[in-house]
Nanobody, 121 residues
Framework: QVQLVESGGGLVQPGGSLRLSCAAS????????MGWYRQVPGKQRELVAH???????NYAHSVKGRFTISRDNAKNTVYLQMNSLKPEDTAVYYC???????????????WGQGTLVTVSS
């Protein structure tokens, strides 16, 4: 069993900052890619940022220069630092990770439960 637990969402004013965290736990042998996605009601879930186990990151065009993804491999944790937040960043943010377990003998994609970020004055 693998669990991803997000934290750090909330209400913030435009121009403000938030830091999301996502910790993976369970029978983890290794984790390759980790990422953050977001979803607004009525729209498809979209990639926000993605980071490899080696630290290579890529971002959605809409968040480049404002958001920073990072990870602590020793803690199986990925972070999303969000600065200069805009109302259009309002969404439920989901953590994602490709996890290898000895039980499955392969990599499976796992998702967190989501954390709500609301940007509003």
């Amino acid at each position: 069993q693998v669990q991803l637990v997000e934290s750090g969402g909330g209400l913030v004013q435009p121009g403000g900052s938030l830091r999301l965290s996502c910790a993976a736990s369970g029978s983890i042998f290794s984790i390759t890619a980790m990422g953050w996605y977001r979803q607004v009601p009525g729209k498809q879930r979209e990639l926000v940022a993605h980071i490899t186990s080696g630290g290579s990151a890529n971002y959605a065009h809409s968040v480049k220069g404002r958001f920073t993804i990072s990870r602590d491999n020793a803690k199986n944790t990925v972070y999303l630092q969000m600065n200069s937040l805009k109302p259009e960043d309002t969404a439920v943010y989901y953590c994602n990770a490709d996890v290898f377990t000895l039980v499955t003998g392969g990599y499976l994609e796992h998702w967190g439960q989501g954390t709500l970020v609301t940007v509003s004055s």
